[in-house]
């Protein structure tokens, strides 16, 4: 394939949100609690195949085999820390299941006993521990709140005895909560964690009740909703014969958004959802539509999953929040903590391309699942070693600007190409192009001179732990800690390249700015 690239007379469409590019923290990995189990070295090079034996009694039954118990992470970790900074202003949301069946017990009352009705703890000392995280990285703290069993129940209307707590110190401490959202997957109903029988109708009473006490106390807060997984004809993974292929076989039936919605006396500044493109090995076996393979990571199937979620969420954006910001607060490869090469090169052509497609489509905010938790952190847990979805996204907010324009190139194998303004404010553009073909080159005729920024795996291994950079490994020295207490991590890795692209699987980043 031969590109032809134009610098004049592009299109501009609008601006992005300087954030786009944020993260989440798992609530489990604050409080310490169960995860997803790691997969072993074989299963991520792909020598060995993961399987868990399905049983009768589904995926609950299943979850002794796939989870394990992590203790809290170490947020104060200089090296986290540092690596969180260097990728910029982020929103960081902190929530997932874990959040829903949290008690706060700031006060001590509990003696380390978890009360009736929760799942676990949040000692103060573990919430301030987030709130300096946050300080120290140049955060925005995004959160979800507990609404179990043990807060109320179904006929009971909520009641903000926790809330208050939370926000309350967050205040006090300086790092006030900027946005947050009612609870995390409502739509899934029991199966996130919610009282016994608890329906929509009681979903839309407590979102009100919730909003309205927000709205009193903490005005200034960002309301954000419905935080929607599955459900709204989306299709996790590829459709079934009956043309879903959705989270519904997994939890049994969920809530639409206009079941969380529709009625709603307290608006939102705000429509959110998760997007994932399917389900990791962990829950093929009862859910095998819902996952793919390896082999078809880089199909254009694969690849148009994330434009496919956004353009299905935007008219309901439009209905039920109008004007909004759309925002994905949770997002990777797969639930159920990512497929066995999301750790890998494999996962970056997947990963920007879900930003060029959602940048082009709309202004916003990408969540990724998770900063480093599970198989598709952007950093390995505990260590914190980068991974190379981290470097795609770092070298993405290098480069990228906040200017979107139409690049007047089809998205088609071999060429998916997004263009922005240049990140450091010079005349130019900033260009992704990327090659999913695994079979041709794409050849690329410029105007101009232009920088070039080429990503591929060590040794061409499409499941690669380290990625490269215009041939150079882009990973952490062996001297310990040397690097990244003293450099910049790309000071050494950036050059002026001529543009010819070989054959996959290849990212090349080019400045006049160009990026590809």
Known sequence: MHLHLQTDGLQPLHETNPLLVSYNIEFAEVTGGTFWKAYSPEEIAGTKDFYVEPTGEGITAMYKDLMQYYDPIDLSNEKLRYLAKELGEAWIRVSGTWATKTYYDFDGRAGGQVPDGYLNLLTKEQWIGVLDFVKAVGGHLMVSLANCPGLHSAEEPWNPEQAEQLFALSQRYGVPIEAVEFTNEPNMMEE?????????????????????????????????????????????????????GGVEQL???????????????EGLDVFSYHYYNGVSERLAPVLPS???????????????VSGNFCQTYLPLRDRFVPGAEMWVTESGDAGGGGNTWAS???????????????????????????????????????????????????????????????????IREGAHVFVHSRQDGKGGYAYLVINNSETSATRVTLPTSADLYLLAPTEGKRRSAVMTLNGQSLQLTSAGLALYQTSQLLDRLLGTWTCLLPALPLFCWMQTRLIM
């Not at 979102?207 to 309301?223: K, M, N, Q, S, T």
């Not at 954000?224 to 590829?238: L, Q, Y």
């Not at 939890?251 to 006396?265: H, P, S, T």
């Open 251 to 265: 939890v049994g039936e969920v809530a639409n958004c206009e079941d969380l919605l529709e009625g709603i006396k």
């Open 192 to 244: 996130t964690g919610f009282p016994k029988g608890y329906t929509a109708a009681h979903y839309r009473r407590d979102h009100d009740l919730f909003f309205a006490w927000l709205g009193e106390h903490y005005p200034d807060c960002l309301r954000v909703g419905p935080s929607t997984t599955g459900g709204d004809n989306i299709v996790f993974g590829k459709p079934d014969t009956t043309g879903t």
């Open 344 to 410: 890998t090169y494999l996962d970056v052509p997947r990963t920007l391309n879900e930003l060029g497609t959602f940048a082009s489509l709309t202004k916003g905010v990408i969540f990724h699942n998770t900063l480093a938790a599970s198989d598709y952190g952007f950093l390995e847990r505990v260590v914190f070693t980068p991974r190379p979805n981290y470097f795609a996204v770092l070298l993405w907010n290098r480069l990228m600007g906040q200017q979107v324009f139409a690049s007047g190139e089809p």
């Open 290 to 304: 819902g996952h793919w393979s390896a082999e078809e990571a880089l199909s254009e199937e694969y690849l148009a």
